[in-house]
């Protein structure tokens, strides 16, 4: 089992619907959670962190967290083109771990016009 | 602050061949970490330094690989007797011990070609 599962997609969504893109983990000791956003042949750039069961919103953007369920997500409202992009979910779980980011495999989104 | 910069951007080296890359952190974080991403997967970890400790090191890093990062500031990650399968983007990440609770924010990646 893959410590961090994404589903790869693609995703496809009509410009100005909802996004939504899921991440299970598998080690309970996390503790930090990040999506970040990676454009092709670019480097990752984080656009959520959440650390907190619950929802956390930024602009068009919400993290979902739900320890329990070793599960989170992040939603996109009012999807643009400029969206289309890999999705890469990281886990940090804390402790001696240093910090170091585990990742999915990423879930590849495309907003259609 | 201009934000993590890896040098150079693009590699490609011959097999057998000796490669070293650089990274410079943003200028007050103070822990670095060095991750390899290959086509349609997430990046792996490879090593990390707090400051000019390199406290750990994932067993993808095989004894061809090695890192450092002398005073504290950037690093350089050598790969020895390059493979083919050593081809890949390598992504240089910093973050602070901060209240950002270890954000890591990325370079743009050193991508290697291995023929």
């Known amino acids: 089992q893959k410590e961090v599962e994404q589903n790869s997609g693609p995703l496809s969504v009509p410009e100005g619907a909802i996004a939504s893109l899921n991440c299970t983990y598998s080690?309970?000791?996390?503790?930090?959670f990040f999506w970040y956003r990676q454009y092709s042949g670019k480097s990752p750039e984080l656009i959520m962190s959440?650390?907190?069961?619950g929802d956390k919103e930024d602009g068009r953007f919400t993290a979902q967290l739900n320890k329990a369920s070793q599960y989170v997500s992040l939603l996109i409202r009012d999807s643009q083109p400029s969206d289309s992009a890999t999705y890469l979910c990281?886990?940090?779980?804390?402790?001696?771990?240093?910090?170091?980011?585990?990742f999915g495999q990423g879930t590849i989104l495309t907003v259609h016009p | 602050d201009t934000g993590v910069s890896q040098d150079p951007r693009h590699k490609i080296t011959k097999r057998g061949q000796n490669v070293t890359f650089r990274c410079d952190p943003i200028?007050?974080?103070?822990?670095l970490y060095w991750y390899r991403q290959t086509l349609g997967q997430g990046p792996e970890f490879l090593t990390y330094?707090?400051?000019?400790?390199?406290?750990?090191k994932s067993r993808l890093l095989s004894d061809r690989f090695s890192a450092e990062r002398p005073k504290g500031s950037f690093s350089t990650l050598e790969i020895q007797r390059t493979e083919q399968g050593d081809s890949a983007m390598y992504l240089c990440?910093?973050?602070?011990?901060?209240?950002?609770?270890?954000?890591?924010?990325f370079g743009a990646g050193t991508r290697l070609s291995v023929l």
């Open positions: 330094f707090q400051n000019e400790a390199q406290l750990e």
């Open positions: 959440i650390y907190s069961n």
């Open positions: 990440a910093s973050s602070s011990d901060g209240a950002t609770k270890n954000i890591q924010y």
């Open positions: 200028s007050e974080h103070n822990r």
């Open positions: 080690d309970r000791v996390s503790q930090s």
């Open positions: 990281a886990v940090n779980a804390g402790g001696t771990s240093y910090g170091k980011l585990t």
